[in-house]
C-alpha cells in the first residue's frame, strides 16, 4: 500500500504541475463506466493447511483457487482536470479452497469465498499529452463478505457460512485514453482490502488487473 500511496502522491504534484496543459474534455462533468478485469485474492493454500494442522488434523493437502473475473460499474463527476470523485459497485469474483486431511479423521474441509459492494474514490489525474492521462484513486468500499464451508467423511465443522460487512480499503493507479472528448479507454491495477473477518475465514484481500471504459454525458 505505501507504494501506491506514493504513485498517488505523484499523481497529484504532476497534476498541480500540468494543470495548464490538461486535454480538453466535454463540457458536462458527469461521466459513467464500465470495467471487466483479473483478479487475484489472498487465499492460499499453505494458510488453510496451517490452520487445518492447528486445529488438529494433521497431514493436510490443500489446492486453492485465487483467481476469477471481476467487473466495476461506476458514475463520476469531475469537479477539475485534476480532481474527480467517482462512485462504483465491484464484484470481485468467487473463490475457493479444497483440502484433504487423514490424522485423526479422514476426509475433506471446503470453503468457498465471493465478495462485492459500493464504494467511493477520490481520482487525481496528470495529463501527459493531449489524449493520455495517468490518474490514481484512493477510497473506501463497503462490502459484503461471504464464506461457505462443508466437510465430509469424518470430519465436521462447528459452522458452516460466514458473513461481514464491512467497510474497506480501495486504491489504484491507471492510464487513461480519449479517443474522443465524450469517450475513452482506461487501463488500471486496483486494490481491495481489509473485507470480511474471522467469521469468513479471515480477511480478503483482491488484486484486480482490469481494462474499461468510460463515457461523458
Partial sequence: MKNTLGIVAVVLAVSVAGSAHAQSQSTNPWYGG?????????????EVNDFLRSIGLGSPSTSAKDKDTAY?????????PIVSVEGFYADLGKYNTRS?????????????????????DVVLSAPLTQAFAVYGRLGVIQAKTEATFNSSGSVGLLFNRGSKNKTGQHFGVGLQYDITPAVALRGEVETYRKLGDDSTGGELKADVLSLGAIFRF
Fill in 34 to 46: 464500465v470495467s471487466i478485469g483479473s483478479t487475484k485474492s489472498n487465499v492460499n493454500a499453505g
Fill in 72 to 80: 466495476k460499474f461506476l458514475l463520476g463527476y469531475q469537479f477539475s
Fill in 100 to 120: 484433504t486431511v487423514t490424522n485423526p479423521f479422514v476426509g475433506t474441509v471446503n470453503a468457498d469465498y465471493k465478495a462485492k459492494g459500493y464504494g467511493v
